[in-house]
Nanobody, 124 residues
Framework: QVQLVESGGGSVQSGGSLRLSCSASGFTFENYAIGWFRQAPGKEREGLLCITRSNKEIVYDASVKGRFTLSRDNAKKMASLQMSSLNSDDTAEYYC?????????????????RGQGTQVTVSS
């Protein structure tokens, strides 16, 4: 059974940091590009970053550049999103997605699998 499970969300004060994890099972993780997305209430889904099979990080959202970093550990079948200098605009449901591809995509609709998400709330 394919599963992507996010963890690490929670409440944090503005300026703080969080590390989100995406744990995969049921598929060959190393053959998949992993993307992170977020959606705030009443807003469109945003593609944030993606990491390719060859461990190249691609940033799609300029607002997170320099604050968010994405890494993967194929042996552990896990991808981690390190978030720092958080502000209230970062409050959203965050989720990871996987696509069997050599390249990344900012459009979440083209991914093969998606997790249920984890809530991040930043208070000022």
């Amino acid at each position: 059974q394919v599963q992507l499970v996010e963890s690490g969300g929670g409440s944090v004060q503005s300026g703080g940091s969080l590390r989100l994890s995406c744990s995969a099972s049921g598929f060959t993780f190393e053959n998949y590009a992993i993307g992170w997305f977020r959606q705030a209430p009443g807003k469109e889904r945003e593609g944030l970053l993606c990491i390719t099979r060859s461990n190249k990080e691609i940033v799609y959202d300029a607002s997170v550049k320099g604050r968010f970093t994405l890494s993967r550990d194929n042996a552990k079948k896990m991808a981690s999103l390190q978030m720092s200098s958080l502000n209230s605009d970062d409050t959203a449901e965050y989720y990871c997605a996987a696509r069997h591809s050599f390249v990344c995509y900012s459009n979440g609709d083209v991914y093969d699998f998606r997790g249920q998400g984890t809530q991040v709330t930043v208070s000022s």
